[in-house]
């Protein structure tokens, strides 16, 4: 059975900081390309920030400079820094497994609330 399981979240005022952590289960973890995406109320889903197998990373243009993707293959754990928080950053942020380029499966977690506010 294939879990992935974020914690983290939580609510920081702006310009704070929190890390979101995914834990896997039941993948080949090194096999996939690992995601971010966050919605908020209203809002359709969106990319965050993507690292690959082979750790390259990408970001959307809001959070450059301030978040970081990371990964750790020998824990299966997908990490998401996040810096400098702003209002706006306000979502569900969900981990997300694509293990397309592998020809292997798809998959999300539950997803966790993070709430910048003053």
């Known amino acids: 059975q294939v879990q992935l399981v974020e914690s983290g979240g939580g609510s920081v005022e702006p310009g704070g900081s929190l890390t979101l952590s995914c834990a896997s289960s039941?993948?080949?973890?090194?096999?996939?390309?690992m995601r971010w995406y966050r919605q908020s109320p209203g809002n359709e889903r969106e990319l965050v920030a993507t690292i690959t197998s082979g750790d390259s990373v990408n970001y959307r243009e809001s959070v450059k400079g301030r978040f970081t993707i990371s990964r750790d293959d020998t824990k299966n754990m997908l990490f998401l820094q996040m810096n400098n928080l702003k209002p706006e950053d306000t979502a569900v942020y969900f981990c997300h497994a694509d293990g397309t380029m592998a020809r292997l499966g798809v998959y999300w977690g539950q997803g966790i609330q993070v709430t910048v506010s003053s």
């Open positions: 039941g993948i080949a973890f090194r096999s996939y390309y």
